[in-house]
């Protein structure tokens, strides 16, 4: 009989992360220790250790994908959270072994492809055109790839969507939106994408494919933003629009710099549904998003 203490029958298995000091990636080292694995990270900034981090315990390694550093000859598993086109480019390159990879790509492979903005073709084109350099280079070497395609994220005050509203309408007291902003989305909390990518990594049928992971409800872009305005502390006022009107107060704010990334085919979308089945992902590693039930926490920039 032992007493005291546990005895360890399975070695912890090691994973190295890109992308680590990220919105997705801080969510996922912060479930890797707990789950007894030996994380290596690498971030282009120097990583202070910080016992009170999400992912404390971490072993960082400063660096880039473009200039990585010296890196572990063997891990289990390989986790991307950062640029897909910039991971794509090391893998190909690296001599690392490593059976598992998991990388986060993004639902915008389809749905910009025909985008009347250049930048978002090619943005797409970047995206559809890593994903297959890493299928390929991933089949070569015989290991199990799996890319995880979120919609729009949010959750911990660093996305470039969600929380740059959120900023406007503290600022203002209300945001404006043009009519008819009807289009159907699914925003994705990061716990959740994090979560994906564990739960995908036991998982054969998840070898060898490529899943849209959606969050877990799908609204009007109206009602997104409505919400989102509705949690926040004090509340900010949705304001709509005629679109004549609002096109004039867009080019005045673009003017004076307040509406930088904001592109008219971004304001045309508001009207298209970009709805994506989460059924595969449910149905091979039991994908369970939460529905949209916004705080004010989830869009204040840490």
């Not at 933003?225 to 926040?232: D, K, N, Q």
């Not at 710099?257 to 298209?272: E, K, P, T, V, Y």
Request: proline share 9%; net charge positive.
């Amino acid at each position: 009989m032992l007493c005291g203490h546990l005895v360890r029958t399975t070695p912890m298995r090691e994973a190295l992360v890109f992308g680590g000091s990220g919105q997705i990636g801080s969510a996922l080292l912060a479930r890797l220790a707990p789950a007894e694995w030996r994380v290596t990270a690498v971030s282009r900034q120097a990583r202070p250790e910080n016992p009170d981090e999400p992912g404390n315990g971490v072993r960082w390694l400063t660096g880039e994908l473009d200039a990585p550093p010296a890196l572990p000859a063997r891990v289990d598993a390989i986790f991307s959270c950062g640029p897909l086109d910039g991971f794509a480019r090391w893998y190909a390159a690296a001599g690392m072994d490593a059976a598992r990879v998991v990388a986060f790509g993004s639902t915008s492979v389809e749905t910009k492809q025909r985008s009347d903005d250049p930048f978002e073709r090619d943005l797409a084109a970047r995206l559809a055109n890593a994903e297959h350099a890493l299928f390929a280079r991933a089949k070569e070497r015989g290991a199990a790839l799996t890319i995880l395609r979120p919609t729009l994220v949010y959750g911990v005050g660093r996305d470039a969507n969600l929380t740059r509203i959120a900023a406007l309408a503290r600022r203002w007291g209300w945001f404006p939106l043009p009519g008819g902003a009807t289009g159907l989305r699914q925003p994705v909390h990061v716990a959740d994408l994090a979560e994906a990518a564990l739960a995908c990594l036991d998982r054969p049928a998840s070898h060898g494919r490529a899943y849209a992971v959606p969050g877990g409800e799908s609204l009007s872009y109206r009602e997104m933003v409505a919400r989102v305005l509705a949690c926040l502390q004090p509340p900010a006022r949705l304001l709509e629009l005629p679109r004549p009107l609002f096109a004039l107060a867009l080019h005045a704010a673009r003017i004076s710099g307040r509406a930088s990334g904001l592109g008219d085919a971004a304001i045309a979308r508001m009207q298209d549904d970009l709805v994506f089945d989460p059924g595969p992902a449910q149905r091979d590693f039991d994908y369970c998003p939460r529905p949209f039930e916004p705080v004010d926490a989830m869009f204040r920039r840490p």
